[in-house]
């Protein structure tokens, strides 16, 4: 595992690294609500008759901003961005949706996770493209005493979503100002994983969904992991690693 983490450096010009925060997107990571967002998305493009879209579609356009999600597919079928109105009505349908079919399950092995991580005197950063209350209201609950308002970036905070670098760049910010060596990103899709490496941060990905490992590794996944639960048996080992490995 320490060849992977030393590739990194060499490829970044970093010497070590010298972790202070880890980045953590949010559905499919900490919360198991990726199914319920891709039977949403299905059903409402069905309800306003469009005929290209499928449930699996959804989990490549994890992490986009809702509109972004929307225009994609009316550019693809109409030739044309969506309206603010289409907009607003498809999201909100949307929204309806997905409130309906989610459990609120939380991904095994996260609140184990989030709690070494900052027991380990390190920052968690929330770095998500959802925009859905339900999921953010819900983070004090069943994550107690993680994330404020001031180590969250969501999809209210940024212009351009993933994968754009944006969100991770922001998360750098809120993260105490860091260099990208001073952060590794804990993620599930490629859009998200796109943008954290397009924002030079060390990604170990945690395949939760139905996509395979080798979608991540081509999407810029530097580790990918079967779940939060193989994360957090590895992490003594990858702890270690972080704490000592330098090249020179």
């Known amino acids: 595992m320490e060849d992977i983490f030393r590739k990194y450096l060499k490829e970044k010009g970093f010497s070590r690294f010298d972790l202070k925060a880890v980045l953590f997107d949010m559905d499919g990571v900490l919360y198991d609500s990726m199914a319920a967002h891709a039977k949403s998305w299905q059903q409402v493009f069905e309800e306003e008759g469009f005929t290209t879209t499928t449930p699996e579609e959804f989990y490549l356009h994890e992490g986009r901003t809702g509109k972004s999600t929307i225009n994609l597919i009316y550019e693809r079928e109409k030739g044309r961005k969506a309206t603010p109105e289409e907009k607003k009505r ?141 994360l957090l048996k590895n992490l003594p080992e990858i702890s270690t690693i972080l704490r000592t490995l330098e090249i020179t």
């Open 90 to 230: 498809i999201y909100e349908r949307k929204t309806e949706l997905f409130y309906r079919y989610n459990s609120g399950d939380t991904i095994p092995g996260a609140f184990e996770v989030l709690e070494l991580v900052k027991q380990s005197g390190l920052i968690p950063v929330l770095v998500t493209g959802s925009g859905q209350p339900s999921l953010l209201d819900r983070l004090d609950t069943n994550f107690p005493d993680i994330f404020t308002p001031d180590t969250m970036v969501t999809a209210f905070d940024v212009k351009k979503g993933k994968p754009n670098p944006e969100p991770f760049l922001m998360g750098l910010q809120k993260g105490g100002d860091l260099k990208p060596n001073q952060a590794i990103v804990i993620e599930n899709a490629p859009l998200g994983t796109e943008a954290a490496h397009n924002a030079g941060i060390f990604v170990i990905d945690v395949n939760t969904g139905p996509l395979s490992d080798k979608v991540l590794l081509d999407a810029g996944g530097n580790l990918v992991l079967d779940s939060m639960t193989s």
